[in-house]
């Protein structure tokens, strides 16, 4: 059984900038492609970065564009998300999810992804 842990959530103030980590057990990270969404209170989860299988191609939502990057080390199965220039917009939780399928591009869509983390907080405050 696939399980994804996400960490590294805090209270920081605008213009700072967090890791968030998400550590895979259970399966290899290897091979697959990783995305990162978030969940604003009242608001629908949302694609915010994403990484193909081989970490050649990331993809992120324009919201974050520039600010946020993604990364992956598979021989850690670990998925990261570097957050700089936070702004109080970006609070929400924030999940890790793997797909289905392997070897793919990046993937944008939620449907796309089987297994997801618990998510990490993080707040923003201006």
């Known amino acids: 059984q696939v399980q994804l842990v996400e960490s590294g959530g805090g209270l920081v103030q605008a213009g700072d900038s967090l890791r968030l980590s998400c550590a895979a057990s259970g399966r290899t990270t290897s091979g697959y492609a990783m995305g990162w969404f978030r969940q604003a209170p009242g608001k629908a989860r949302e694609f915010v970065a994403g990484i193909n299988w081989s970490g050649s191609n990331t993809q992120y939502a324009d919201a974050v564009k520039g600010r946020f990057t993604t990364s992956r080390d598979d021989a850690k199965n670990r998925v990261y998300l570097h957050m700089n220039s936070l702004k109080p917009e970006d609070t929400a939780v924030y999940y890790c999810?793997?797909?289905?399928?392997?070897?793919?591009?990046?993937?944008?869509?939620?449907?796309?992804?089987?297994?997801w983390g618990q998510g990490t907080q993080v707040s923003v405050s201006s």
């Open positions: 999810a793997l797909p289905r399928s392997r070897y793919t591009d990046v993937l944008a869509g939620m449907m796309s992804y089987a297994d």
